[in-house]
């Protein structure tokens, strides 16, 4: 997979559209069609987005917190079969351009054979472009165009809107099944007070991207990923309440072994929560509850079905 920032110009190609925050179950239908396009021509699957999100410069009050960064999306498109993922800088001028103007400018630097978009894709000044005229406009130009309806799972369509409910609600199974991969995220690890390690449960303190949504406040199962290995772990998302650290943190204890990863970038992948945050009484309790929380990790890993982290 090529990724590429503001081109000018590309070899001719089946284009997809949309921003695919998540790359969830709806994006990769997009992709699949995409790619039985592009086999019939023996073209390229080129993705055209923009970052930030059109709503950090339209509305910066309404702009969601993500659940991709933007290499992160790439790199599951990438997973999906995308050939070439093509970001385009979001500002002002791009979001006041006619919708007309924007589906020239995308056929200028693209030549698409086909486009495809989401039902849902809006495009041009105050969104006023969708599929409806992009198909009117695509079949003027002896352009193929398809609006690839939503894809639905418990009579609901899959969102990033409905993933991030989810996830705020530390339903991680649930929001897996959409995302048709477990939610994860990856940062350095830092140092943090080493409190963890005083209690008997040192702990790898992950940064978290800017923006990045986080799961509710909690307990959970986990795969950690370092380099080639994957750990598995306990970790708590929360303010630390009963000996809080000021800010909110995400702490893996691994299981069976204390590596030193100060430095190195790991990736959390969260796969079942365990239990919400709350206080403790005192230092005692605290390693009581822990303790029990770190029975029931190992007994999640000692029931779960094979899992395969993602590459």
């Known amino acids: 997979m090529r990724l590429m920032h503001n081109p000018e110009r590309t070899e001719p190609c089946v284009l997809v559209l949309g921003m695919f925050d998540g790359v969830h179950r709806g994006h990769q239908a997009l992709f699949l069609r995409a790619r039985e396009l592009a086999a019939r021509d023996a073209l390229p699957v080129t993705v055209c987005t923009f970052e930030p999100h059109p709503l950090a410069v339209i509305r910066p009050e309404l702009s969601p917190e993500r659940l991709t960064t933007p290499l992160e ?47 849902n894709y809006t495009f041009g000044r105050r969104g006023a472009g ?16 398809e609006v690839v309806p939503a894809v639905e799972i418990g009579g609901e369509p899959v969102s990033s809107t409905r993933i991030r409910g989810l996830l705020s609600r530390g339903d991680v199974g649930e929001a897996a099944r959409l995302l048709g991969h477990a939610y994860t995220l990856a940062g350095p690890v830092v140092h943090g007070k080493g409190l963890g390690h005083t209690l008997g449960f040192p702990t790898a303190n992950v940064g978290v991207p800017a923006g990045k949504v986080l799961p509710a406040f909690g307990v959970y199962a986990c795969g950690l990923t370092v380099g080639d290995r994957t750990l598995r772990a306990m970790v708590n998302v929360g303010r630390q309440p009963t000996l809080p650290s000021g800010g909110v943190t995400v702490e893996a204890n691994i299981l069976g072994e204390n590596p030193d990863l100060y430095g190195q970038t790991v990736r959390v992948t969260f796969l079942r929560r365990l239990r919400g945050e709350r206080p403790f009484p005192d230092s005692d309790a605290l390693v009581r509850q822990l303790t029990c929380d770190r029975a029931q990790t190992e007994a999640f890993f000692r029931g779960a079905e094979e899992w395969k982290m993602p590459e």
């Open 130 to 145: 969708n599929g409806d005229l992009l198909t009117a406009w695509a079949k003027e130009k002896a352009i193929r165009a």
């Open 73 to 119: 999306r790439a790199q599951w498109m990438g997973l999906c079969g995308v050939d070439r993922v093509c970001v385009h800088d979001f500002t002002r001028e791009v979001a006041d351009r006619e919708p007309e103007a924007f589906l020239e400018r995308i056929r200028a630097i693209y030549r698409p054979a086909a486009i495809i978009c989401g039902y």
